[in-house]
């Protein structure tokens, strides 16, 4: 329990500008007393789009609101955001968000992202969470193209502990990839965590590579990579919606590193990605340290989003 409010609390600061926005925004159309008519429905769902939840959830939103409203289930405003936490949390299923592990061998998780996206910090974090678990972790330094990359990298194993393979700059992405799966087995390694070029996601030849890595990793080693983890920027509202689809048609993405929702007023583009790409986010970042990491459960985000 006490390690659940240190976790809520936690939750709950860094979606300090999310809620200025987007809830006190929600309770600014829904003063005490007022009765739900057309004219607050829309008012709504002009703040639920302006909260970067999208056009599709904040329709759907409205509409169910709507009925509710019609079926006698709410009659005011102060029942609007009650039935909006749980209409919200309702949006995840009891769908398995945990990581998925191998039943012998390592477990493969390939992570992608566009530059600046936080992928290289996000994997450090993920690193951190498996080796303090007991977990022996593996990194491969797979962003050739960036020696800054493969330098970050590196500190990061250094501070944390735990192995990397790397090669020279330039080196084709899908060899350190090879490499990396051989040393991965050879020194027993529980997790690989695989690094990938901060690619553009309009760039079709780059999400193409990606396709190769992936490849090559199936080939290895059966059935990896077991994790697809794309991290994607947290302030950049709906432009990571479109980023989700095309990394999803390239690479098959599991499941969703949000990073940097501490630093932004668009945390509801969560919901988003739920709606409109049905992608799990299993993973928030909530800072800049290595311990800055939460699994994403639904019911702890939206208590925290709305407290």
């Avoid at 829904?30 to 008519?37: E, M």
């Avoid at 995840?92 to 996206?117: E, K, M, Q, Y």
């Avoid at 095309?246 to 932004?264: E, M």
């Amino acid at each position: 329990m006490a390690f659940f409010r240190k976790t809520f609390e936690k939750l709950a600061a860094s979606l300090t500008k999310t809620r200025q926005k987007f809830v006190r925004s929600i309770q600014s159309v829904l003063p005490f007393g007022r009765k739900i008519d057309e004219d607050l429905l829309d008012e709504l769902e002009e703040t639920l789009i302006a909260g970067d939840i999208g056009v599709k959830t904040a329709t759907q939103i409205c509409e169910d609101l709507r009925e509710a409203y019609r079926a006698k289930k709410i009659a005011s405003a102060e029942e609007v955001i009650p039935f909006l936490k749980k209409e919200i949390t309702a949006y995840w299923p009891a769908a398995d968000r945990s990581i998925h592990f191998a039943p012998s061998g390592p477990t493969v998780i390939l992570v992608a992202g566009v530059n600046g996206a936080g992928k290289t910090t996000s994997i450090a974090k993920l690193a951190h969470a498996f080796h303090s678990d007991g977990k022996k972790v593996c990194l491969a330094a797979a962003d050739t193209f960036r020696a800054a990359a493969v330098e970050q990298l590196t500190i990061w194993s250094q501070r944390l502990g735990v192995d990397i393979i790397k090669q020279e700059g330039g080196t084709d992405p899908a060899a350190v990839v090879y490499d990396a799966c051989d040393a991965a087995i050879a020194r027993k390694a529980d997790i690989l965590l695989v690094d990938t070029a901060g690619r553009l996601h309009t760039q079709a030849n780059l999400m193409r590579e990606l396709t190769k890595i992936r490849d090559v990793v199936a080939r290895k080693i059966p059935g990896a990579p077991h994790e697809v983890i794309l991290v994607l920027d947290a302030t950049t509202g709906q432009n990571a919606i479109e980023q989700a689809r095309r990394f999803q048609d390239a690479i098959d993405v599991t499941g969703i590193f949000l990073a940097k929702l501490d630093g932004t007023a668009k945390g509801g583009i969560v919901i988003a990605i739920r709606k409109e790409v049905n992608i799990p986010v299993k993973f928030v970042g909530l800072g800049e340290t290595p311990e800055d990491v939460e699994p994403f459960d639904p019911e702890t985000f939206v208590e925290a989003l709305f407290q």
